[in-house]
């Protein structure tokens, strides 16, 4: 499971959050509740593609190479990875390649692996800074990110873009799909947006997240809700993931929250988490005590993280 430094962080950013909340959010007044929308029964499984290549994040490069990782790869059949990286350590797995099925280029990043100590960390670095302007140009003043997402994005951000516009090329794609778990989705939030400054404006850019903490401040989501127009944070049942580092420390989550509240059973959530949707993660898991750790991990419609499918 997750080691107890960073359980015992989220555990103090919840605590903080809940109490932060209190002081910070009038409920009830002057705020107009959210919608929340039920999927269709095909929407939710339409997710599942992007959830195998969430899964599959977490397989050794090894395996991601010529594409046999288990059930992951065997649910994506024709997939070509071209690029993997990462020592699942210091730095997150992540691959890079093309799915003809979608006529996309996908780039997937692995989560917090629960053994993996140094990766954990990277979780409980709280400082924000703002966003590299020779990656991210012309971002406006006041958009701030977490720095552990920051700087691990930062290792692969060059070498991952390169590959993008090299498959893009070769296979005459415009469209881009990027797809994390946990710390990955985090990295992958940063992501979308990279590619958006990055990559031709004609690009379709996608991002599909799970179980994703708050990336950046008030200014970040604003600046990234006008920039992306495809983005979705599914959230599982009572993760408690999503709604650390607390609001109460400047975080926010842009918009796109798909929140399965119970297995078959899925809601799109409006708007930013602003709390006024008792459907919504915000409202489900307002403290570390009505949340689970379990649930960050699956299963997200039959399908669970981790290494275990990485056969
Ligand atoms: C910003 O990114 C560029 C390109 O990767 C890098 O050379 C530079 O060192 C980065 N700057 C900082 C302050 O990290
Ligand atoms: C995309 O469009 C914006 C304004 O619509 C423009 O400022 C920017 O330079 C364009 N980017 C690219 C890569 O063409």
Request: charged share 15%; hydrophobic share 40%.
């Amino acid at each position: 499971m997750f080691s107890p430094s960073f359980v015992l962080s989220i555990a103090f950013s919840a605590l903080l959050n809940s109490a932060g909340l209190a002081s910070a959010v009038p409920t009830g007044f002057g705020l107009r509740p959210r919608d929340a929308t039920a999927l269709t029964a095909d929407q939710l499984a339409a997710f599942a593609p992007f959830t195998q290549f969430a899964r599959a994040a977490y397989c050794d490069p090894s395996k991601i190479q010529g594409w046999k990782c288990g059930q992951a790869c065997d649910a994506l059949p024709g997939f070509q990875p071209t690029l993997t990286g990462g020592d699942g350590n210091a730095e997150q797995f992540f691959f890079v390649g093309f799915w003809p099925d979608q006529k996309t280029v996908v780039v997937a990043h692995q989560g917090t692996n629960p053994d993996e100590l140094e990766s954990d960390l990277t979780d409980i670095d709280i400082p924000k800074e703002a966003l590299n302007s020779t990656l991210f140009p012309n971002v406006p003043d006041g958009v701030e990110v977490h720095s552990g997402f920051a700087d691990e994005h930062q290792k692969t951000a060059s070498q991952i873009l390169d590959e993008i516009k090299k498959l893009m090329t070769q296979n005459s794609a415009t469209s881009v799909t990027l797809i994390g778990h946990s710390l990955g989705g985090a990295l992958s939030e940063l992501e979308t947006l990279f590619m958006k400054l990055n990559l031709p404006n004609s690009t379709t850019i996608k991002g599909v997240t799970y179980g994703t903490p708050r990336v950046g401040n008030k200014d970040f989501v604003t600046f990234f809700d006008q920039q992306i127009s495809d983005f979705t944070r599914v959230n599982n049942e009572h993760d408690l993931v999503p709604i650390v580092p607390g609001r109460f420390l400047g975080f926010e989550h842009p918009k796109g929250e798909v929140h399965i509240v119970s297995p078959g059973n899925a809601v799109a959530c409006s708007g930013d988490d602003d709390a006024t949707d008792s459907q919504c993660t915000i409202k489900t898991v307002p403290n570390i005590l009505d949340g689970s750790v379990a649930n960050h991990l699956g299963p997200y419609e039959g399908i669970s993280m981790g290494t275990s499918a990485c056969v």
